[in-house]
T-cell receptor
Framework: GNSVTQMEGPVTLSEEAFLTINCTYT??????LFWYVQYPGEGLQLLLK?????DKGSNKGFEATYRKETTSFHLEKGSVQVSDSAVYFC?????????????FGQGTILTVHP | EAQVTQNPRYLITVTGKKLTVTCSQN?????MSWYRQDPGLGLRQIYY???????DKGDVPEGYKVSRKEKRNFPLILESPSPNQTSLYFC???????????????FGEGSRLTVL
């Protein structure tokens, strides 16, 4: 079946540091890929998405590129802020027999210090 | 305001006592789904529904039931809760653009369930 693996956290950075959170996936067919963010005490929110190979999703300074050859969708931001402290989830939307099923990674806790 | 509303937000119950967690969305979304979130495991899909009267199992459906009699509501039923169902539960919904499910979910705020 489909699976998503994220780099282990937690990740602790100083404000204005560069962020990378690694995400790799295993899936059949042509999944869509997502990053969701969960702020403390809240539900998840969609951060960005990519629906086909080589697509780049971007939002709020975050970027991720759908790399089919390496089955990866790493999240990056050039300069993090304290307000970016949250849990980040990589996810894929299945195709074919997995259509309608969303598979999430285990989540990466990001803490940004002033 | 567009939202997904879950109730109750917090519940402590005992083993075997049937309970229902309600979920309602006001965005006219066709797709709805339930997830549970456990430390170190991320979110795991319990059930999902592509439309009224259509439901399918996710990855961890055991011990849960759902129904989709109306478009806006998708209740999660635990017929005989057990301690291993202690978790944080999220309901989510999504539109289907031109009939296609795109995976862009709107989440509720979560329901924290403790089974003693």
């Amino acid at each position: 079946g489909n699976s998503v693996t994220q780099m282990e956290g937690p990740v602790t950075l100083s404000e204005e540091a560069f962020l990378t959170i690694n995400c790799t996936y295993t899936a059949t067919g042509y999944p869509s890929l997502f990053w969701y963010v969960q702020y403390p005490g809240e539900g998840l929110q969609l951060l960005l998405k990519a629906t086909k190979a080589d697509d780049k999703g971007s939002n709020k300074g975050f970027e991720a590129t759908y790399r089919k050859e390496t089955t990866s969708f790493h999240l990056e931001k050039g300069s993090v802020q304290v307000s970016d402290s949250a849990v980040y989830f990589c996810a894929l939307s299945g195709s074919g027999t997995s259509y309608g099923k969303l598979t999430f990674g285990q989540g990466t806790i990001l803490t940004v210090h002033p | 305001e567009a939202q997904v509303t879950q109730n109750p937000r917090y519940l402590i119950t005992v083993t075997g006592k049937k309970l229902t967690v309600t979920c309602s969305q006001n965005m006219n979304h066709e797709y709805m789904s339930w997830y549970r979130q456990d430390p170190g495991l991320g979110l795991r899909q319990i059930y999902y529904s592509m439309n009224v009267e259509v439901t399918d199992k996710g990855d961890v459906p055991e011990g849960y039931k759902v129904s989709r009699k109306e478009k806006r509501n998708f209740p999660l039923i635990l017929e005989s809760p057990s301690p291993n169902q202690t978790s944080l539960y999220f309901c989510a919904s999504s539109s289907r653009l031109a009939g296609e499910f795109r995976g862009e979910l709107f989440f509720g705020e979560g329901s924290r369930l403790t089974v003693l």
